[in-house]
């Protein structure tokens, strides 16, 4: 078990709404990044947030959004979901974004109808 | 879209056999990692190997890294039914994120 929790587990939302996921990063980690898995794929980079600020951004469109706080927790928010939008949401933490293992939270699971 | 493949896409062995998965990947890299997933959980961290490093062992685990064939492996030796998971390798280069592969799913049988 890593100490990087994630809310809610599971989620399920209609198509046009929008959502918000959270995740607290292992005590000590200033790096949260978030990542997106299709089922039965790997997954694909989001963006990760550095000490309040984006460091760096995937291929996914403005809709999906982030914000790191003080204490280093983040939020994902994606607006306007649409059907390919379901998939586990997974986040990770670090300590700096040079090269150090990332830690994963148990993800959520979101459902888009 | 993934940085490379893992093969095979599934493996399934008996308790006791050693299990070798193979990662490819496209670009250069600063270091690779492996990561473990139990049915679509989160991913567990397994080894890292830096570009300069070649080789290294984590308890059953032994990995290879071969940067000219853009290639790394993963052995696990002595498997036991709870080594049944998904496992990708990732690779970073500059700031930390993470490309994944396409993972192999392995099952060990008692």
């Known amino acids: 078990e890593t100490g990087v929790t994630q809310s809610p587990t599971h989620l399920i939302k209609t198509r046009g709404q929008q959502v918000t996921l959270r995740c607290s990063s292992q005590?000590?980690?200033?790096?949260v990044s978030w990542y997106q898995q299709a089922l039965g794929q790997g997954p694909q980079f989001i963006f990760q947030?550095?000490?309040?600020?984006?460091?760096g951004r995937g291929n996914f469109p403005p809709r999906f959004s982030g914000l790191q706080f003080p204490n280093y927790s983040s939020e994902l928010n994606v607006n306007a979901l649409e059907l390919d939008d379901s998939a586990l949401y997974l986040c990770?933490?670090?300590?700096?974004?040079?090269?150090?293992?990332?830690?994963f939270g148990p993800g959520t699971r979101l459902t888009v109808t | 879209s993934q940085q490379g493949e893992e093969d095979p896409q599934a493996l399934s062995i008996q308790e006791g056999e050693n299990a070798t998965m193979n990662c490819s990947y496209k670009?250069?890299?600063?270091?690779l990692q492996w990561y473990r997933q139990n049915s679509g959980r989160g991913l567990v961290h397994l080894i890292l190997?830096?570009?300069?490093?070649r080789e290294k062992h984590s308890g059953r685990l032994r990995v290879t890294l071969d940067t000219s064939k853009k290639s790394s492996s993963l052995l696990i030796t002595a498997s036991r039914a709870a080594d049944t998971a998904s496992y990708f390798c990732?690779?970073?280069?500059?700031?930390?994120?993470?490309?994944f592969g396409t993972g192999t799913r392995l099952l060990v049988s008692p």
């Open positions: 990770a933490s670090s300590l700096g974004w040079r090269g150090n293992e990332q830690y």
């Open positions: 670009t250069s890299i600063n270091n």
């Open positions: 005590s000590g980690h200033n790096t």
């Open positions: 190997i830096r570009s300069n490093e």
């Open positions: 990732a690779t970073s280069l500059g700031f930390q994120k993470l490309v």
């Open positions: 947030y550095y000490r309040e600020e984006e460091n």
